[in-house]
């Protein structure tokens, strides 16, 4: 059997959970970063070589906490589901069900803080999974019995009001599901978008106007499913590909599509409204997803692309910004469907190779690169500002980064102002952490 890429080198799985105190440290830890950087991505207890995909596996949390300019402990812990508790023989995960959560209840793409609790969460119908602070799991979330259905990785936080916009789907309903999460940590409102078929809807994006859908080519297919395959989605360009607009507090009936050449985006980096009504949306755009690698993200090199939609003529004008290969967008989330300047990608060339930061400067067009040589894989950028009201780019970008020459992991943290030179700071963790998806800075109460 040919070897699968996402059980070998740093895709592998750790073995077991651990706890660390007082990390080492090259450089020096800004004092004013008090908070945790926590990240997840997979780790499956019992993974079948013939199907697994990266995606589909059980869910490990990683963090570090920092303080006072020391790095007090690195924690590694699973995200409970049905699997990790019956492979450990640990006790049932308490909390909700849905009747057709996948894997057992895995969540394991992005970990978030929101009205004072910590969620693993994950797309396609699971629901959240609250952690406590030091990354036990507490049990499944549905929001106080306000979320009817599942949730989604990617939920885009309003700076102004501080709810969670979120686009949610299941491969059992042809729709996509607005749902907005209030402060108080219960959902306020859902809106359930009819679409023609089944997509896999990753992410979303919000402006001040407007909810921001993407329905695109990559479609629920029982075939695959049937063949065993853990992931039942293929590229299928007929379906066509187009981008939403929803007024944020519109119906369904509201939404006004626009057309974009077949193409598959995980993630956009940003979006924001013109003066003249226009709507511009930043995203890493992949040439096409799982057409001829079922293990894809692996099918020509993913770029960072302008949208600029305009729902009055229904059309997007596209614009490349960077034609290198990179992954993983993110910016200051003070600016969350705001104009904003500057964004943070990871290095990811075709073969799901990960490289050096990448910083862009939307205004003027430039780029810099922080890179630690070719064995250094930096994984998603978080940037923390170095107090509430700082600039744009006064601050630091975070990230985990594989060493593949000592098989271990750092947290790298890089001043943005700054952001080619020499880390402020490299803390050094006592055992490599798998390649993953998200994460997020969580500061301490202050
Ligand atoms: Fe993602």
Redesign the pocket.
């Known amino acids: 059997m040919t070897e699968n890429l996402y059980l070998s080198g740093n895709f592998a799985p750790v073995d077991g959970e651990r706890t660390d105190f007082q990390l080492s440290v090259t450089g020096s830890i800004p004092r004013e970063l008090n908070g945790r950087l926590l990240r997840i991505g997979p780790n499956p207890v019992a993974p079948n070589p013939a199907t697994y995909h990266w995606f589909s596996g059980n869910g490990m949390v990683h963090g570090v906490g920092l303080r006072d300019g020391r790095a007090e402990w690195y924690r590694r812990r699973w995200v409970r589901d049905d699997d990790v508790v019956a492979a450990k023989g640990w006790p049932p995960v308490p909390g909700p069900r849905r009747e057709m959560q996948l894997g057992g209840g895995i969540a394991n ?2 970990v978030i803080g929101h009205a004072g609790r910590v969620y693993a969460i994950v797309e396609a119908g699971n629901l959240p999974v609250e952690l406590d602070d030091e990354l036990e799991t507490v049990g499944r979330s549905d929001f106080g019995g306000t979320l009817p259905g599942g949730f989604s ?2 939920p885009k936080r309003d700076p102004v009001s501080g709810e969670l916009w979120a686009a949610v789907y299941t491969p059992f309903a042809d729709m996509i599901q607005m749902v907005v999460v209030g402060t108080d940590g219960r959902v306020r409102r859902t809106v359930d978008v009819p679409v023609p078929g089944r997509p896999m809807v ?2 979303c994006a919000i402006s001040e106007r407007y909810f921001v859908l993407l329905d695109l080519p990559v479609v629920f297919d029982p075939a695959v499913l049937e063949a065993g395959l853990s992931l039942p989605y293929r590229w299928t360009p007929a379906y066509g590909a187009r981008v939403g607009l929803l007024p944020r507090e519109g119906d369904a009936s509201q939404v006004v599509w626009c057309d974009v050449d077949p193409c598959y985006v ?2 956009p980096m940003n979006a924001y409204d013109l003066p003249d009504g226009r709507v511009v949306l930043d995203v890493v755009r992949h040439p096409k997803m799982f057409a001829t690698d079922m293990q894809g993200p692996n099918e020509g090199a993913p770029t960072l692309v302008r949208w600029t939609v305009d729902p009055k003529q229904r059309k997007v004008s596209e614009q490349t910004l960077d034609d290198r290969g990179q992954e ?1 967008p993110r910016h200051d989330e003070r600016l969350v469907g705001r104009p904003y300047r500057y964004g943070y990608t990871a290095g990811f060339s075709e073969g799901v190779a990960f490289g050096g930061l990448i910083q862009q400067d939307l205004r003027d067009g430039k780029s810099r690169v922080h890179h630690e040589g070719r064995t250094r894989h930096f994984l998603e950028p978080v940037f923390v500002p170095s107090s509430p009201d700082a600039a744009e780019d006064d601050g630091y970008v975070l990230a985990y980064v594989y060493d593949a020459e000592r098989n271990g992991s750092d947290v790298v943290i890089v001043h943005a102002q700054d952001f080619e030179s020499e880390p402020v700071a490299t803390i050094h963790l006592p055992e490599r952490v798998p390649y993953g ?2 994460g997020s800075w969580l500061p301490d109460a202050r």
Do not use: E, S, V, W
């Open positions: 793409t992005h990785a990617h990753h992410d995980f993630h993983f998806f998200h």
